[in-house]
């Protein structure tokens, strides 16, 4: 089992910038890649950002791309998200998410998942 928790949610103004955390426990040694997924109400989980654990490889959605930037801390393991120049469309609850076969986009693939943090962009 692998259990993550998620912080550093709020509300913050357009423009500002926050930073997720992601800390991992449990039975990380074979994970393969991190990723972060957001859930707007009434919306479908989208894909944010998700990076290789091993080699640091990291991919973004379209529409964060050049703000958001994802990273990893293995002494800590710990996933991060440092979001910048944030939008009222980036309103959502953040998840983050393990995977332990490949980096992928697709929610379905992704085993284990933290509880969520709300993330709040004012205009």
């Known amino acids: 089992q692998v259990q993550l928790v998620e912080s550093g949610g709020g509300l913050v103004q357009a423009g500002g910038s926050l930073r997720l955390s992601c800390a991992a426990s449990?039975?990380?040694?074979?994970?393969?890649?991190m990723g972060w997924f957001r859930q707007a109400p009434g919306k479908e989980r989208e894909f944010v950002a998700a990076?290789?654990?091993?080699?640091?490889?990291?991919i973004y959605a379209e529409s964060v791309k050049g703000r958001f930037t994802i990273s990893r801390d293995n002494a800590k393991n710990t996933a991060y998200l440092q979001m910048n120049s944030l939008k009222p469309d980036d309103t959502a609850v953040y998840y983050c998410a393990a995977d332990f076969e490949r980096l992928g986009r697709d929610p379905s693939q992704y085993t284990y998942w933290g509880q969520g943090t709300q993330v709040t962009v004012s205009s």
């Open positions: 449990g039975r990380t040694s074979t994970r393969h890649a």
């Open positions: 990076i290789r654990w091993s080699a640091g490889v990291t």
